[in-house]
């Protein structure tokens, strides 16, 4: 691939974000490329050293700041005329506190969701105290009877199994909760670099 068609393809794989980005994206590539031609290689061994359109087009999108995105996706790249800023402000009380609302009901729930995952994290420290506790009860109950010494002994082996069993459980959940946000977080993202239809 030579230095027009992976400019070409790099457009393309950009199309959707904001214009500004694009052309400045595109300007950096090409003064790469021209770099490394400069320094010897040919055009498309200095396209082969950048790497895959796809993956530079990934690495521009999420390098641009979600502000810029929600800008552009509200007004279009357009100046907005004045009738659309006025109903703005006078829409402001209604709009901004449905939005405050919606956003505190989701930090609301994404918090819930993140302590439950705290209290998974707690029941194996709480399980292991259990077991501590239970062997330490061994020295008291040693003069009551080999029952008794083999109910603390058993405990405590079922407290150790019950920590272990929930830490495992308590780390894929943190996993998965971390997964699931990170998910959301490009599905809000790719909201506003919805590439159109050409």
């Given at each position: 691939?030579?230095?027009?068609?992976?400019?070409?393809?790099?457009?393309?794989?950009?199309?959707?974000?904001?214009?500004?980005?694009?052309?400045?994206?595109?300007?950096?590539?090409?003064?790469?490329?021209?770099?490394?031609?400069?320094d010897g290689?040919?055009?498309?061994?200095?396209?082969?050293?950048?790497?895959?359109?796809?993956?530079?087009?990934?690495?521009?999108?999420?390098?641009?700041?979600?502000?810029?995105?929600?800008?552009?996706?509200?007004?279009?790249?357009?100046k907005m005329?004045?009738?659309?800023?006025?109903?703005?402000?006078?829409?402001?009380?209604?709009?901004?506190?449905?939005?405050?609302?919606?956003?505190?009901?989701?930090?609301?729930?994404?918090?819930?969701?993140?302590?439950?995952?705290?209290?998974?994290?707690?029941?194996?420290?709480?399980?292991?105290?259990?077991?501590?506790?239970?062997?330490?009860?061994?020295?008291?109950?040693?003069?009551?009877?080999?029952?008794?010494?083999?109910?603390?002994?058993?405990?405590?082996?079922?407290?150790?199994?019950?920590?272990?069993?929930?830490?495992?459980?308590?780390?894929?959940?943190?996993?998965?909760?971390?997964?699931?946000?990170?998910?959301?977080?490009?599905?809000?993202?790719s909201l506003?670099?919805?590439?159109?239809?050409?």
């Amino acid at each position: 691939m030579n230095k027009d068609q992976f400019l070409l393809a790099l457009y393309d794989a950009l199309h959707g974000l904001p214009i500004e980005e694009v052309e400045r994206s595109i300007a950096y590539y090409r003064e790469m490329i021209d770099e490394r031609v400069e320094d010897g290689m040919s055009e498309e061994e200095a396209v082969a050293s950048l790497g895959s359109v796809e993956d530079i087009a990934e690495q521009v999108a999420s390098d641009i700041p979600i502000t810029t995105l929600v800008r552009e996706k509200v007004t279009g790249g357009r100046k907005m005329p004045a009738w659309e800023i006025v109903l703005l402000v006078i829409g402001f009380p209604l709009w901004f506190s449905l939005g405050i609302a919606a956003l505190s009901v989701l930090f609301a729930v994404y918090i819930t969701i993140w302590s439950l995952v705290l209290v998974l994290f707690v029941l194996p420290v709480a399980f292991v105290a259990a077991a501590v506790a239970s062997v330490a009860a061994i020295f008291f109950t040693i003069g009551s009877g080999l029952a008794q010494v083999l109910l603390m002994v058993g405990g405590a082996l079922v407290c150790a199994g019950l920590a272990a069993a929930f830490a495992l459980l308590a780390k894929g959940a943190a996993q998965g909760v971390a997964r699931a946000s990170k998910g959301i977080w490009l599905w809000v993202r790719s909201l506003f670099v919805r590439k159109e239809e050409v």
